[in-house]
């Protein structure tokens, strides 16, 4: 089992900055690749980013990418989202996620993630 905690989010203007953390227990994360999600009201759950085990590898949605940074550091269990020109359309509740399996690639449906944090509000006024 992994218990994972996300923190880091707030109230912002746009065009501002915010960084949330996924802090993870329970199991080293260390050999498995994550993934960082939001939902926003009405709207189902999407795949905002991930990085693979290593941290060597990312990847984005199209609508972040270029402003949205995902990192890790695995000696401390924890990964980030560094997120820059932030958009009204950004907010969201913010959820981090892990697979089950080690040694993966990156997941970019939710289902095929099987633990989630408790998520955190993002809210990007204009």
């Known amino acids: 089992q992994v218990q994972l905690v996300e923190s880091g989010g707030g109230l912002v203007q746009a065009g501002g900055s915010l960084r949330l953390h996924c802090a993870a227990s329970?199991?080293?994360?260390?050999?498995?690749?994550m993934g960082w999600f939001r939902q926003a009201p009405g709207k189902e759950r999407e795949f905002v980013a991930g990085?693979?085990?290593?941290?060597?590898?990312?990847h984005y949605a199209d609508s972040v990418k270029d402003r949205f940074t995902v990192s890790r550091d695995n000696a401390k269990n924890t990964m980030y989202l560094q997120m820059n020109s932030l958009k009204p359309e950004d907010t969201a509740i913010y959820y981090c996620?892990?697979?089950?399996?080690?040694?993966?690639?990156?997941?970019?449906?939710?289902?095929?993630?099987?633990?989630w944090g408790q998520g955190t509000q993002v809210t990007v006024s204009s």
């Open positions: 996620a892990a697979p089950f399996a080690p040694w993966g690639h990156i997941l970019v449906v939710a289902q095929e993630y099987d633990y």
């Open positions: 329970g199991r080293p994360i260390s050999s498995y690749a």
């Open positions: 990085i693979s085990y290593t941290g060597g590898t990312t």
